[in-house]
């Protein structure tokens, strides 16, 4: 076993100085091999080891064991590394992966992890995470760390190291993922900017969408999105397709790494991109729809608002038949819903019932009113020949708070009163879990629907995480709700892909700690070993015996 390990350190030792050694002390080869008939030689001096080109060096290494095992593996050198590799894409933040078969050995590495930082460069920080995350395979143990430089991953590292920090067990069965998407008024200036800059899938879905709409759109779906011009979105018709191509691009990102809905749920406008993310709508066919729809809401009269009430839903439900004219837009939860209608009304609504039970929102149009109602009909013709297709997984329909069958999804009747029906949210997320979910990913750029479904849900066993967040680091809040999500034991994230077209390259780090177990035949301490019993033998052994002896 010695000469086994002892070949494989001198073979790549030969690979690395490209020279095969002698072979010491070979005066007279062995007389039954025929070298000379033979393509092969011993090697009496060294020699320079060069392939062919393009062919690596390979070698065959033997070693045979005192137990009968023998044992053979072809070793290649490892590739070249690429002079035109890419420097790492600068990242807000990092994750990083701490994982091992059991948790003591998980916590040895997060020590030897940190002791290797203290003296690592600066500029090596982003190899070294790369490394760790896909040069070491999942195990059954593992803690993610969101971290943004090396000082304060040796901060996390030192806390996992030291049991301050948890460490979670990947469950072969979780709980349901939810996702939920949300709708208009969650928009806001250079929204999933920096995930535009940092994480190369999301922007080639950005720029996917943007060509996908550059028939349907006056503007460029980037200048709606990044330009400093203000007001753009405060349009519907660009609003709109701003918040579809921002949640197709977060959805398409946490795909690419492993992280999928079990389940859908949208609020209005977000149930169409809901309804493309369970496949009921291609893509191309969903930007096309949103951009129609914004552009019929817009043209729609601007003579509405809309409020925010807070309150027991029922109370609210009747206090409105004293004013006429004013509609129910969304039931959000038990205690909050939206009401639209004329302006006029509304103001008069809002000063009758004061600032602490409702708002006026800031909105250029009363949805989900009499004032949409033009908007149904032509809505109801773009939908009439788009191909549509029953959810691949659960979808909630808005307007029933249940859920959408073959025929709802498919109907085109269904997304065309949706303009002007009130949405059914609370009703839909009681559905949502009552199913089974127990994970929810709020999917835009404001997570306005989050407080509503705990509201609604109010289960302290219920995980919650958000995507994008307004005036919150985009990256490292994103990299923070992933990290909850495997913390808490759901799923494997896929490594590579978090990683893909971010440049850098693989480094020398710690490995896993040897799980040393110190075994002794030795008695205990001041204690005598037992002799062991007497073996009662075979009566054939005897005989044997007996024979040996020379007895008859």
């Not at 709508?281 to 729809?289: E, K, S, T």
């Not at 949210?425 to 709020?442: K, M, N």
Request: aromatic share 6%; net charge neutral.
């Amino acid at each position: 076993p010695a000469a086994g390990l002892a070949g494989l350190a001198k073979t790549i030792l030969a690979m690395r100085h490209h020279t095969i050694p002698a072979t010491l002390h070979l005066n007279t080869p062995n007389p039954h091999i025929d070298f000379n008939a033979s393509p092969f030689y011993p090697a009496t001096e060294p020699v320079t080891w060069q392939p062919p080109a393009g062919v690596p060096r390979r070698a065959g290494l033997s070693a045979f064991g005192m137990g009968g095992v023998n044992a053979h593996v072809i070793l290649e050198e490892p590739p070249v590394p690429n002079s035109e590799t890419r420097p790492p894409l600068p990242q807000q933040a990092h994750l990083l992966k701490v994982t091992a078969p059991n948790e003591s050995a998980l916590r040895q590495i997060a020590g030897d992890y940190d002791d290797h930082l203290a003296d690592l460069p600066d500029e090596g920080f982003a190899d070294f995470v790369r490394t760790a995350n896909v040069g070491r395979t999942d195990h059954r143990h593992r803690a993610v760390l969101t971290v943004t430089d090396r000082e304060s991953a040796r901060k996390g590292l030192r806390a996992v190291a030291s049991g301050e920090v948890g460490v979670s067990t990947v469950l072969n069965q979780s709980a349901p993922t939810a996702f939920v998407f949300t709708g208009q008024g969650s928009q806001h200036p250079r929204m999933g900017r920096t995930l535009y800059e940092t994480e190369p899938a999301y922007r080639r879905t950005i720029d996917e969408c943007a060509r996908l709409l550059t028939p349907h759109t006056d503007t460029p779906l980037t200048t709606i999105l990044f330009a400093d011009e203000q007001g753009l979105l405060d349009q519907t018709q660009h609003a709109q397709v701003a918040i579809v191509s921002t949640q197709v691009a977060l959805t398409t990102l946490l795909r690419s790494w492993g992280i999928t809905p079990d389940m859908a749920i949208g609020h209005s406008l977000g149930e169409l991109t809901a309804a493309w993310a369970t496949g009921v709508f291609d893509l191309p066919d969903l930007l096309r729809l949103t951009a129609i729809r914004a552009r019929l809401m817009q043209r729609q009269p601007s003579t509405g608002t809309m409020a925010a009430i807070t309150g027991p839903t029922e109370e609210t439900t009747r206090a409105l038949h004293d004013h006429p004219g004013v509609e129910v837009a969304s039931h959000n939860s038990p205690t909050h819903m939206t009401v639209t209608g004329p302006a006029q009304k509304i103001t008069e609504l809002v000063e009758q019932w004061g600032p602490r039970r409702a708002r006026t929102l800031n909105v250029s149009h009363a949805f989900h009113s009499a004032h949409m109602e033009d908007a149904v009909q032509p809505f109801t013709q773009a939908l009439a020949d788009t191909p549509m297709r029953a959810p691949r997984v659960p979808l909630v329909n808005g307007l029933t708070g249940d859920w959408h069958t073959t025929q709802t999804a498919t109907d085109p009747h269904t997304w065309a009163t949706q303009i002007r029906q009130p949405v059914r949210f609370h009703p839909g997320v009681t559905a949502v879990h009552a199913s089974g979910a127990r994970h929810y990913w709020e999917i835009g750029p404001q997570p306005h629907l989050t407080p509503h479904a705990r509201s609604t849900i109010g289960d302290t066993h219920t995980h919650w995480y958000t995507t994008l967040r307004r005036n919150h680091p985009e990256q490292r809040s994103l990299y923070q709700s992933v990290a909850a999500y495997l913390n808490a034991g759901v799923g494997r994230l896929d490594w590579d892909a978090l990683h893909a077209d971010k440049g850098g390259r693989t480094v020398t780090i710690p490995g896993y700690p040897f799980a040393r177990q110190n075994l002794s035949a030795e008695p205990a301490h001041g204690r005598r070993a037992p002799e062991p019993p007497p073996v009662a033998a075979h009566p054939l052994v005897d005989s044997m015996d007996e024979e040996r002896r020379g007895t008859p």
